[in-house]
Antibody, heavy 123, light 108 residues
Framework: EVQLLESGGGLVQPGGSLRLSCRAS????????MTWVRQAPGKGLEWVAG????????AHADSVKGRLTISRDNSKNTLYLQMNRLRAEDTAIYFC????????????????WGQGTLVTVSS | EVVMTQSPATLSVSPGEGATLSCRAS??????LAWYQQKPGQTPRLLIYDASTRATGIPARFSGRGSGTEFILTISSLQSEDFAVYYCQQYNRWPPLTFGGGTKVEIK
């Protein structure tokens, strides 16, 4: 059974940092690109960042570029999101999600999602 | 960036009736479109990918069609568990992946 378990969320002051983790199990982690998607309270889904199977290709939404960084450690079956210089508008539930193949090209949908971890940026 | 626009924002439907949800892309995305269902407090659930292929375990009352810039999700004979928010997402041009704003299907 595919499982994605996020952790690392919490309350942080504006300008602060957090690192989110997503531990994957039940599938071969190295066969899949991975994605972070967020959802602000009462709002829709927003793509945050994506990473190819080996970390060789990454991309970030313009709204987070230079502040949030996606990475992965395939030896630990874990996806990360390093969050620096956080702003109030980064407050959201952060989901990790699995893409079906190693790269996103024409296969960037997400069959499996974690339950999410809440990040609150507030003083 | 491909902008995805969903309509209507809210759809009021009686149980047993059908529902038609629309998603429009700002440029052609071929058939690289997915639909998700999200209920309050839950994680998104993949319904449809490649515009018309049902994901594993999705009931046949959910169907998708379209290509290019116009896409439709049809739910025939709504069940109580179908009242939720539905999002479309394109994956033709990455980055970024982009989602529509969502359509809430509520009980009439």
């Amino acid at each position: 059974e595919v499982q994605l378990l996020e952790s690392g969320g919490g309350l942080v002051q504006p300008g602060g940092s957090l690192r989110l983790s997503c531990r994957a199990s039940g599938f071969t982690f190295t066969n899949h690109a991975m994605t972070w998607v967020r959802q602000a309270p009462g709002k829709g889904l927003e793509w945050v960042a994506g990473i190819s199977f080996n970390g060789g290709s990454t991309a970030h939404a313009d709204s987070v570029k230079g502040r949030l960084t996606i990475s992965r450690d395939n030896s630990k079956n874990t996806l990360y999101l390093q969050m620096n210089r956080l702003r109030a508008e980064d407050t959201a539930i952060y989901f990790c999600a699995q893409a079906p193949r190693k790269y996103y090209d024409e296969s960037g949908y997400h069959p499996y999602w974690g339950q999410g971890t809440l990040v609150t940026v507030s003083s | 960036e491909v902008v995805m626009t969903q309509s209507p924002a809210t759809l009021s439907v009686s149980p047993g009736e059908g529902a038609t949800l629309s998603c429009r892309a700002s440029q052609s995305i071929s058939i690289n479109l997915a639909w998700y269902q999200q209920k309050p407090g839950q994680t998104p659930r993949l319904l449809i990918y490649d515009a018309s292929t049902r994901a594993t375990g999705i009931p046949a009352r959910f169907s998708g069609r379209g290509s290019g810039t116009e896409f439709i999700l049809t739910i025939s004979s709504l069940q109580s568990e179908d009242f939720a928010v539905y999002y479309c997402q394109q994956y033709n041009r990455w980055p970024p992946l982009t989602f529509g704003g969502g359509t809430k299907v509520e009980i009439k």
